[in-house]
């Protein structure tokens, strides 16, 4: 029996569609009401733009196998310890029963902001992956089978995010796969080496440009970093913890 992929590529249009939809209405909720953030932040603080894709991880979960798996998606329940702090709060937690299954995080970047922004985003991931496997070391979670962790990035697909970027780097040379890379391609290669160096179960980095409101058109890259990957690593991970159950 294979596995259950909950025709993801249609529900990926979908979320793609509800985060665009989605900062619209924010924006102009905010607008409405006096209350609107500078530039692009009122799309932001006004709701959970990333939900199409929580909900398509919670269809893949039930489909796998863990149907009674308890998904934690309210923000009280969304903390775990961490190791070099006391707790950090994730977007999505997969529990079976006492046991921590999964633990996700659905960030995005819109523009025109993209350089600093890029630079916090990889420093919290790396940051975050690091904690999270040290509380696992130390048995923070119990003593449990090795959980999956999965960070998915979707990026504003724009001409500021495909452009080259140059760096400075006066002491030392700059990594060669880096020069002149733009900033969707700084994200797959994010994506590419956490996952790489273990640090993630799997990453997925998706480029998606405004227009895309219509249609939920988006583009990922290689094998390691796409949709695809994503999904199905995920559900190959559920599937064996029901296994095991």
């Not at 998904?71 to 994730?90: A, S, V």
């Not at 003593?143 to 999965?150: E, K, S, T």
Request: overall charge positive.
């Amino acid at each position: 029996m294979g596995l259950y992929l909950a025709n993801y590529q249609a529900k990926t249009k979908q979320a793609v569609k509800g985060f665009w939809s989605g900062r619209d209405a924010a924006r102009t909720k905010q607008i409405a009401a006096g209350k609107a953030d500078q530039g692009e932040r009122s799309a932001v603080t006004g709701g959970r733009n990333m939900d199409g894709f929580i909900a398509l991880m919670e269809a893949i979960t039930r489909g796998n196998g863990l149907k009674e798996a308890t998904i934690h998606l309210n923000r009280k329940t969304l903390t775990l310890p961490g190791f070099f702090r006391p707790t950090k709060l994730w977007d999505m937690i997969v529990m079976n029963g006492p046991t921590l299954i999964a633990a996700l995080e659905f960030k995005s970047q819109v523009g025109p902001s993209f350089g600093n922004n890029c630079n916090n985003r990889a420093e919290e991931a790396i940051g975050t992956a690091h904690d999270f496997w040290t509380a696992y070391r130390e048995r923070a979670f119990g003593d449990i089978p090795r959980p999956f962790l999965g960070w998915l990035m979707l990026v504003e697909d724009a001409e500021q995010s495909r452009s080259p970027v140059r760096d400075k780097s006066p002491h030392f040379t700059v990594f060669p796969e880096f020069k002149n890379a733009s900033y969707l391609e700084r994200y797959h290669l994010l994506c590419r080496k956490m996952t790489h160096e273990q640090l993630y179960t799997a990453a997925a980095s998706l480029a998606t440009p405004r227009s895309a409101v219509k249609d939920g058109r988006f583009t990922d890259y290689d094998d390691m970093t796409s949709l695809s990957s994503f999904v199905s690593t995920f559900a190959g991970h559920i599937a064996a913890a029901a296994a095991r159950k």
